[in-house]
């Protein structure tokens, strides 16, 4: 390994349960063994790349004022994401579940989600506890649709969005994901 002038560290401190708990969410059971990562990875790579790019994104929102620092919801969510971003990226004994395909959305996955709206169903809702109940919906145009359609196989007919800059993310969202759900029957004029 070579370090130059112009190498770069970024150091994510993650504690231990929340990373369990995280990746316990994505492969739909209990995880028992460490979450033991490979000590080195390429950031060349597409996973990789993206890892960085979310780590990125992180560290200028926590810094600049008005950011994610000052929205603890989006901070969550967000933070959620690189975790989601870091378990996909860097080998570890749960990557070959994590890159399984993904033919129905795992239950224990939906399941919070679903109780807490039957649970609540006769109260109104505020903003922050319908966001405490969210379901978040990242990836490539491409992988949005494929995760939309697997919601709406599980029962789910509708849903509110929400982007942390909504302007930019909205037009985005329009223009890429739209036109998909559209392709795949998720989406009527």
Sequence with gaps: MRWTADAEQLILKVPRWRLESHLTDLVGHRVEDVIDFDFSFDLTTACGSSLLSAVEFLARELDRPGGVAEMPIAREQLETFVLTE????????????????????????????????ETNADEALTTQELARAGYPVVGTPEQVTEELGRLNAAGMDGMIMGFLDYNEEMKYFGEHVLPLMKQAGLRHD
Excluded: F, H
Excluded at 87 to 116: F, I, M, Q
């Design 86 to 117: 870091l378990l996909s990226a860097v080998p570890n004994p749960y990557t070959g579940e994590l890159v399984r395909p993904a033919d129905a959305v795992p239950r224990s996955r939906l399941k919070p989600v679903v109780e807490y709206m």
